[in-house]
């Protein structure tokens, strides 16, 4: 019985999420390596949390509160909800309470994982994205946030971006502090909308966010989302304090001064930086590229920060009375693997395997004893994985970018000599099997 048509399983993928090949991943490879090395060298411990959290665990802290679950993805269990993580400070903060007495202080980890939002996507916007995270707790010393910019500057130009190229912008929480109480705003949840209209300065600019800020704002699929209902002279208010140039807070200004003996200066101080989450109490830092980013398409698109961070003093005391200031900094590997591609040629190797076409499955154990011989060499090879004719061998060989294919048939085994066939080149060798191994090598 076949099966109807209409109830076939899709073979696309949802909305946010997307399938990753061997090129891409090889590139991530190389920036985490360089990630591990710089993590190393600044002392920070590597640390792995699960997935999957108890939801009261890791709260609600999304900016995109108006969807569904709350931004995040979440299953009952028994009787108690659980949740995909949604980011990997919050089970940090979980981590601390649970080892508080065991853990140095300050407890400084770094940690790559996967995590999940249940957000709208967009342009180079996932669903799940791997991210990276460095953060010490336990200290309320502002030498660790200027050290978490240095330290991610350190990160973008050993994976090939230059100065001119990413800037690492910086404001602090107490300024928008200090903004809601000029406009008499006391309410927790209309600051959280505030909070949240004002991190998509980048995407939506001005006239978009002053819609958030007021009744609301309906984008172009059609979906509305509720404004903070300000009124417009506490509109204007927030935008002409937000456009200011000169940092007044304490805060600030002694970041400042550490980076100057860091001798760092690839910063910039915008007051518009808020970061959406509602856990920062003080300095906060996005760090954001300078060239174009383009879509499939080669549309150039609004692409974002890559990451960014700030002081969250208050997460771990969620779970008790712990003396635990934090600070730490995020960054979206997906998303800066995703532009890095796009701005440089990463020369990396991608090793295919040399194939050993099959002439007859009788031969099977000198194609087995041939195999063993060019990987105990160390070079990648396998035998033909089928029962096909020569010319769907080579289709195959040249489809998976094979560097060269080897002819080895009942003539060859007699004479203990194999054909070496050049993809590239197309030239073709009969050679020893002693010999096979130093050409194969000269050609890959």
Known sequence: MTQDKKNKPSKELPLGFVDRQEKELLVRDFIISNIKEVMIRYGFQYLETPSFEYTDSIGKFLPDKDRPDEGVFSFQDEKKWLSLRYDLTAPLARYVAKNYLEIPKPFKRYQLGTVWRNEKPGPGRFREFLQFDADFVGTQSLQADAELCVMISEILEKCGLSKEEYSIKISSRKITEELFKKINLNNNEQK???????????????????????????????????????????????????????????????????????????????????????????????????????????QVIQFGSIGGGGRYDNLVNNFGNYDAPATGISIGLDRLVYALMQKKEFKIKQSKPVVICVFNKNLMKEYINLQNILRGSGISAEIYPGESKLKKQMEYANKIKAPAVILYGEDEIKSGKPTLRDLISGKEKSISIKELVNEIKKII
């Open 192 to 298: 959280l909308i505030v909070l949240r209209a004002l991190d998509k300065i980048d995407r939506l600019g001005w006239t978009g966010v002053k819609q958030l800020l007021g009744e609301g704002r309906k984008d172009k699929s059609g979906d509305f989302t509720k404004g903070a209902n300000l009124n417009a002279s506490n509109i204007e208010t927030i935008e002409t304090e937000l456009k200011k140039k000169s940092a007044e807070t304490n805060d600030l200004l002694e970041i400042f001064k550490i980076f100057k003996d860091y001798n760092f200066s690839n910063f910039e101080f915008d007051p518009s930086i808020i970061r959406g989450l509602e856990y920062y109490t003080g300095p906060i830092f996005e760090v954001n590229l300078k060239f174009d980013v383009k879509n499939n398409k080669g």
